[in-house]
């Protein structure tokens, strides 16, 4: 008699350096849990999807091992690379790296055929989820075609989907996904034919845009089925871009909650109730997750300025220090010394006036890092506090009680720069005790769409002082600066 498995469901974070699973059980206990560097190519820029499935696979035949017996899976992920496939569903490109260099020189050349790109300063009056810049899909929709040839691609498939499609055999697109394409309007549901033309070729090209959060079909892979590990009835769940994912999960915890999330880039995240809010101050917009709302977020460059600053060994050595809380920054920290590279590529520099001395220019870093994240904060505070299409500025609106913040992501881990976020931002904060909060909110977004009501408390390990918690459970971020 084989062994009675206990009934979970699994949550995936595919992640710009990490791949993470966790089993969750219909309480919200996080039962088990497995990650590895998610598998690219030697100069890190190229990820073959099918291999990626494979490692996923593996990943979750660890999480269950004899144990455990899989209900559902939701796999979040990257939110702008993608592959072209072919009739039968295969691959025909490699997928292109958010981050890849090269994504500059196609934006340059196809910025003129876009047309009008309205400024965040002001509401964006053409509809659009997200700035028109280098990261968008459809810089990668362009790249595809080029990359494809002869091979007759018959859709795009989202990084992030397709692990669902190659276990269910149905094509769809995460309305999460399609909001950071630069051509889809989520408050119609609608693509701009004209920017996917340009890129792509045709509307036709990409799948049905589903909910993230609904059901997707019956989970058919055989690795998974021959190893027993699969429910007979396990389904795969619409997941989507990483960080509204992990915003949703921590606002189930701290309903209106404000996720403040450090890694590679850090991104700021709130749910809104408010349907159809508009684009503006840099705070992207998306389908709010399992709500009529609407989703906001920003993102600041982060581990890329520090990895460019540390090129001077000295400077390298100090902003370790500063990270590790080992040393105090000099007073420098607003004063506008570094200016961070912008999203899309630009690059960093140092100001004329910079001192040159390494302890103030490793300051003057963070300081600058931690401004642009108060400010990202107070972007999306400010589109939460909207209300029946009022802006928080108008004096009409009454903004009430602010918005709590959490922060979460491997920077928590780093004392030194949650004390330089609390001086910049004139206030403390607490930090999710979870290190794997898009990965809990995938498993959350499954046991959902099981009929589960996990606990998201359990779920998230609660909550903690940022400016105490300095848990070792994951990587420092001041392991980038050696």
């Known amino acids: 008699m084989g062994t009675l498995r206990t009934p979970v469901v699994c949550g995936v974070d595919i992640g710009s350096t990490n791949a993470k699973v966790v089993a969750l059980d219909e ?17 890190g820029l190229w990820i073959d999807a099918d291999a990626l499935v494979d490692a996923l696979e593996e990943m979750i035949l660890e999480v269950c091992g004899r144990r455990h017996e899989v209900q559902a899976i939701c796999v979040a992920g ?39 790109i309205p400024g965040d300063g002001a509401f964006d009056v053409g509809g659009f989820d997200t700035e028109a810049d280098p990261v968008r899909t459809l810089v990668g929709w362009r790249w595809a075609r080029e990359q494809a040839g002869d091979s007759s691609p018959h859709l795009w498939i989202a990084l992030a989907d397709h692990a669902a499609l190659r276990w269910t055999g149905r094509p769809f697109l995460s ?7 630069g051509a889809w309007r989520s408050r119609d549901r609608s693509w701009s034919a004209e920017r996917v033309e340009l890129t792509l070729g045709s509307v036709g090209m990409l799948p049905a845009v589903l909910r ?5 079909g019956e989970i058919t892979s055989p690795t998974l089925r021959a ?17 509204p994912i992990g915003g949703w999960v921590v606002d189930q915890l701290v309903p209106g909650a404000v996720l403040d999330s450090m890694g590679t880039a850090e991104v700021v995240v709130a749910q809104s109730p408010v349907a159809g ?6 705070v992207d917009v998306a389908p709010g997750i399992r709500s009529t709302g609407t989703t906001l977020l920003r993102v600041e460059e982060l581990s890329r300025n520090v990895e460019w600053a540390a090129q001077d060994p000295e400077v390298g050595r100090s902003l370790r220090a500063l990270l590790e809380g080992g040393i105090a ?20 520099a140092y100001a004329l006036d910079a001192p040159s001395d390494p302890l103030s220019r490793a300051s003057a870093v963070l300081g600058a890092l931690a401004c642009a994240g108060r400010d990202a904060v107070a972007a999306v505070r400010a589109g939460l506090e909207v209300r029946a299409g009022l802006d928080v500025r108008s004096p009409a609106v009454s903004p009430g009680r602010p918005p709590e913040i959490r922060l979460a ?13 609390a001086a910049v931002n004139g206030y403390r904060t607490a930090a999710i005790l979870e290190p794997e909060v898009t990965a809990v909110g995938a498993a959350m977004l499954a046991a959902r769409a099981r009929g589960w009501s996990p606990d998201p408390a359990r779920a998230l390990g609660g909550t903690q002082l940022a400016a105490t918690f300095t848990s070792s459970g994951t990587t420092s971020v001041s392991t980038q600066v050696s």
Not at 27 to 43: E, F, W
């Open 27 to 43: 309480g919200g206990t996080v039962l088990a849990r497995a990650s590895r560097r998610t598998p690219r190519d030697g100069d």
């Open 78 to 116: 990257v939110g702008e690379d993608g592959v072209l496939v072919d009739e039968s569903l295969r691959p025909v490109t490699k997928a292109l790296a958010w981050f890849d260099p090269r994504r500059s020189g196609i934006f340059r050349d196809l910025e003129p055929g876009l047309g009008p």
């Open 175 to 181: 309305d999460t996904l399609a909001s950071r394409t």
């Open 212 to 216: 993230t959060g609904d059901p997707v």
């Open 227 to 243: 190893a027993g590990v699969l429910a007979p009835d396990a389904i795969a769940v619409v997941g989507g871009h990483d960080h």
């Open 277 to 282: 809010l508009a684009r503006r101050d840099f």
């Open 329 to 348: 920054p000099v007073p420098v920290l607003e004063d506008g010394h570094f200016v961070p590279g912008r999203r899309g590529g630009g690059w960093p």
């Open 409 to 421: 992501g491997g920077w928590v881990r780093s004392p030194g720069w949650v004390e330089i976020k």
